[in-house]
């Protein structure tokens, strides 16, 4: 039990945090209606009997790997993440280890960030077609990525989430008894954490990673795309009773050679694109589709050749996004279609440490770090205390950063554990200064957010 000195630091920080939980709902730029900035008042924290996410508080089948982590939602998970753009001078050692490992083994191909010019596009030498880059944007399939499901088999994936407008679609899912995967944006999950445990909890469904704040991931530099992977890892970990996600979807399918290959060799993602899109982001969007002509595409393709199977882009962002599935969903059964989350084609689980939402989980790091590279596990055994709750470090001093950043402290935590098999304490530890490491005032926040939104509602004008 919580002392009433800790349980006060508690209630500040509850009050401090409530201003940076509402700048760190992404208010994405696709949304069809007004966000209302009470979103996050306390009453949220009171589910009536009849809220969907009331019976989530009663179920508690999942195992986890014994580690206790910050209740999903509360101030002190909130804390541990970055609230907007995550800084790449301030990554957990362990990751940086890992990465560098992988360079040192020439497993990174050194191809330049594109710039952002309408497309994406790369210095010249640098055929987004080729062998060399091979651009998902550019429709070039490197072959580790998955694009298409099994003939038959209609590969379900939504993309965006959490929000808002998930819940609907989790129900229906859930009414119907399937599975989905969700590759969801980090910052939609601090600011949705009730749809996010519907989705993993209540749905069991795939719970997949999808960035941090959603950018075209060729145009960042290699610890950028490390930051925007890795810390959507961390959240996913933490968040889910320390399970690792196997998958992630570039935003707009923006990914080649290299962002690929950190997704693979530093956090052991295998990256899913789609191939189909009914842009159903775009719906009331200047420009933008029609639900006509979303409820048309998907008509077409359900009643059409089966070989190869769908993986369509489909996104839980608004109510016509979802509504176009959910019209759909009858026609997809009359048709015969072998209705599967993306783990379910790959032939395995959404996690790699653990077979189910629900089964054993092995504790595993967020970065894969190089077991026959001794060096980056003992540099990383830092005198650096793991906390064995959570639940505490907003009333504890965090314990001592190991790289020298204030965000470093959760990194610190997680660099000091050098094996997945000795210790419950595999997972780095949300803490107070993991979120005010940022240094950014709500104000700054909020402008970053707004930032973001502009540049993905411009960016999504104009590649799909
Ligand atoms: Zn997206």
Redesign the pocket.
């Known amino acids: 039990m919580p002392s009433l000195r800790s349980f006060l630091l508690l209630a500040a920080t509850a009050i401090l945090s409530s201003t940076a939980t509402f700048a760190t709902a992404l208010p994405h730029d696709h949304h069809d209606h007004a966000h209302t900035v009470n979103k996050r008042l306390p009453g949220t924290w009171y589910h009536p009997e009849g809220h969907a996410a009331y019976n989530l508080f009663r179920r508690g089948t999942a195992q986890t790997d014994g580690t206790v982590y910050a209740a999903v939602g509360t101030p002190q998970w909130t804390a541990g993440y970055p609230p907007a753009k995550p800084d790449p001078n301030a990554l957990p050692k362990a990751w940086t280890d890992a990465y560098n490992a992988a360079v040192s083994a020439g497993k990174i191909p050194k191809i330049p960030p594109s710039t952002l010019n309408g497309n994406p596009v790369y210095p010249q030498g640098f055929d987004p077609n080729g062998n060399v880059v091979c651009s998902a944007t550019y429709k070039c399939r490197n072959n580790d990525d998955i694009w298409d499901a099994p003939d038959g088999v209609w590969g379900a994936s939504f993309?965006?989430g959490p929000l808002d407008t998930s819940v609907p679609l989790y129900q229906f899912l859930k009414q119907n008894n399937v599975h989905a995967t969700h590759f969801m944006i980090g910052v939609n999950i601090l600011g949705y954490p009730d749809e996010f445990k519907m989705a993993f909890e209540d749905n069991q469904d795939d719970i997949a990673v999808?960035t941090w704040t959603?950018p075209y991931m060729t145009t960042l530099t290699d610890l950028e795309v490390v930051g925007e992977l890795g810390w959507t890892m961390e959240i996913i970990h933490n968040s889910t009773g320390g399970r690792l996600p196997k998958y992630w979807r570039p935003?707009y399918g923006d990914s080649d050679n290299r962002v690929s290959a950190i997704a693979k060799e530093v956090f052991g993602l295998t990256t899913v694109i789609w191939n189909q899109d009914t842009e159903d982001w775009s719906i009331g969007q200047p420009g933008g589709t029609t639900r006509d002509k979303v409820n048309a595409s998907l008509k077409q393709w359900i009643t059409g050749p089966k070989s190869p199977g769908l993986i369509i882009l489909e996104?839980e962002l608004s109510n016509n996004t979802v509504g176009a599935f959910i019209e759909a969903f009858p026609l997809i059964q009359q048709n015969g279609w072998k209705f599967v989350s993306i783990a379910q084609l790959d032939g395995g689980s959404p996690y790699s440490n653990s077979p189910s939402s629900t089964g054993a989980v092995t504790p595993g790091q967020v970065a894969v770090l190089d077991a026959s590279d001794d060096s980056s596990s003992d540099s990383s055994s830092s005198s650096s205390a793991a906390p064995a709750s959570k639940t505490s470090s907003a009333s504890a001093p965090a314990s001592s950063p190991s790289s020298g950043t204030s965000s470093g402290s959760a990194n610190g935590n997680k660099a000091a554990d050098s094996s997945s098999s000795t210790t419950s304490t595999a997972s780095s530890q949300p803490s107070t200064t993991g979120g005010a490491s940022q240094g950014n005032s709500a104000s700054t926040i909020l402008g970053s957010g707004l930032l973001t939104c502009l540049s993905v509602f411009f960016a999504t004008l104009v590649l799909s």
């Open positions: 993309d965006d999808h959603h935003p996104h």
